[in-house]
């Protein structure tokens, strides 16, 4: 999976795992504040033996954390603690040379965490209250928000369809793939059938012969999609735009659609219009972000 945003949050659900969420930053770091670590057998002990969910991006970082977590007392209140710049821990420094403030919860609140579980997972967006004491600086995180995963829809034909789809989910993104062919979902002038679209999805078009996106692209303005991709050559991207104004699609909604797609301009190969279009999606979506 290629986005572990989550994977601390679930894993945290479980007896006997401990939650590490970075609240603060001090200078540089490969990770964004509310970046969060689980530690597996925190409340036994288990010290170098649990297992770990989620990434804090520095190994030695997880270890050192893993460690503390196995110290803490069964039942003890979580702490904040500093780690590299300013850290009283003087044997443990941050390649970075930055400074961290996380704070350690041995024994997470299991209903909070199912709560937000539980509304992600009906594709809304939650936050979990961190217990960060009172008395810690204001600066500091105090709640954790979460965005439902990335979902992807795409509809299309050939092998830029078939590629796009296998590396997606290869990135362990939820895809729902409307191919031309597949005459039971999808036909010409009608809309995907049992299409899913909410404002964490992306909505990306490979189609060569163009006239089955009128009606699609309707379908997904009316949709809170926060991507709308469509592939094309100048000529068919014009047409494609008088259609749809002819079609009464104001000129906001007509901004929506994105095309060319992707990172990498006139793309010829399949597996590159895949990647450049994912990476274009998946920077969009990182956009989206509470914390980015």
Not at 160 to 183: N, S, Y
Request: charged share 20%; proline share 7%.
């Amino acid at each position: 999976m290629i986005h572990t945003d989550h994977a601390a949050l679930r894993a945290a659900h479980a007896g006997g795992t401990g939650l590490c969420t970075v609240v603060g930053i001090d200078g540089s770091f490969s990770r964004r504040v509310g970046a969060q670590m689980a530690t597996q057998g925190a409340e036994q002990g288990a010290g170098a033996d649990a297992s770990v969910a989620g990434s804090l991006a520095d190994v030695c970082l997880e270890r050192q954390l893993v460690g503390d977590l196995a110290q803490m007392a069964p039942g003890v209140v979580p702490a904040l603690q500093r780690y590299g710049r300013g850290s009283p821990i003087i044997d443990f420094r941050l390649p970075c040379g930055g400074g961290l403030d996380i704070l350690l919860d041995p024994a997470p609140d299991r209903a909070a965490l199912a709560q937000v579980v539980q509304a992600l997972d009906a594709r809304q967006p939650a936050s979990l209250p961190l217990p960060v004491p009172a008395d810690a600086p204001p600066h500091l995180l105090r709640a954790r928000p979460y965005i439902p995963a990335l979902s992807l829809v795409l509809l299309g034909e050939g092998a830029e369809l078939a590629a796009t789809a296998a590396l997606a989910r290869t990135m362990g993104i939820a895809t729902q793939v409307f191919a031309k062919e597949d005459t039971a979902s999808l036909r010409l002038g009608g809309v995907p059938q049992g299409a899913q679209a909410d404002a964490w999805t992306a909505i990306l078009l490979l189609f060569h012969d163009h006239e089955w996106e009128r009606t699609i692209l309707r379908w997904a303005l009316d949709s809170p999609a926060f991507y709308i991709g469509a592939q094309g050559g100048m000529r068919a991207r014009m047409a494609r735009l008088d259609d749809l104004a002819r079609d009464g699609v104001n000129e906001t909604q007509l901004a929506r659609v994105t095309s060319p797609i992707g990172l990498i301009p006139r793309t010829r190969e399949p597996g590159v219009l895949a990647l450049s279009a994912l990476a274009e999606i998946l920077g969009a979506y990182e956009a989206l972000h509470p914390l980015a």
